[in-house]
């Protein structure tokens, strides 16, 4: 398998971290963000959207999207655990999936970025208000579920967690705390517990 990754994007990190878990080897392609080489013909071939993580497969078939790659990888290795297979099971990590890609990226991802000041495409997409209220949405919504359960979609962790983590762990990066959010902060320290957890592609400057 053939990962095309940045080490600091989250989205590639969220692949990084359940390839870890499932303990499966891997080659790592960066991609130079800075350097557009993500609108590069070669890549847009491989994901027209021009955006990473890209996953080919064994087979040589092309992945896009870090949702769609857990999804692939959950279920090619790992049996019942990461993504089950019954219907109801299903759905309770779709919604949290479906969470992150919503008012994950658009608020508390984008809130980090452009409290940042980081200059990317996200950032650009909206305000810093709109971004805070949607990431409010989110944490209150992870709390909800987190303060009377250890995982978010079954009684062992899934990729709804891995997921809904790196974005949400990252934030206080942006000088904001989570402390109004305790069941979410001991969320965190059971995943970074775990066996086999890579740590999260901090900056350098970070304040927590
Ligand atoms: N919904 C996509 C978002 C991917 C995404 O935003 N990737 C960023 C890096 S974290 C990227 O490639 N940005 C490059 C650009 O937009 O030019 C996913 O979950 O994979």
Redesign the pocket.
């Given at each position: 398998m053939k990962l095309y990754d940045l080490e600091r994007?989250?989205?590639?990190y969220k692949i990084r971290l359940l390839l870890s878990f499932l303990g499966q080897a891997y080659e790592r392609v960066p991609v130079a963000?800075d350097e557009g080489a993500?609108r590069t013909p070669e890549f847009l071939r491989l994901n027209p959207r021009?955006?990473?993580?890209v996953l080919v497969t064994d087979e040589g078939d092309a992945i896009w999207?870090?949702?769609a790659i857990l999804v692939y990888l959950a279920r090619r290795y790992g049996g019942e655990q990461w993504l089950p297979g019954d219907p109801l099971g299903m759905a309770r990590v779709m919604q949290w999936l479906a969470l992150e890609?919503n008012e994950g990226?658009y608020g508390t991802a984008r809130a980090r970025v452009i409290g940042l000041n980081m200059k990317?495409?996200?950032s650009q997409t909206g305000s810093l208000e709109e971004s805070r209220r949607l990431a409010e949405v989110a944490f209150a919504t992870l709390e909800e579920r987190l303060a009377t359960h250890s995982w978010l979609a079954a009684d062992h962790p899934t990729i709804a967690d891995i997921a809904c983590y790196p974005y949400t762990a990252l934030f206080p990066e942006s000088g904001f705390n989570l402390d109004a959010y305790p069941a979410i902060l001991a969320w965190f320290r059971r995943l970074e517990q775990r066996p086999a957890y890579l740590a999260l592609p901090r900056r350098p400057a970070a304040r927590s």
């Open positions: 994007s989250g989205n590639c963000l993500q021009g955006q990473i993580p999207d870090s949702t890609q990226r990317n495409s996200l």
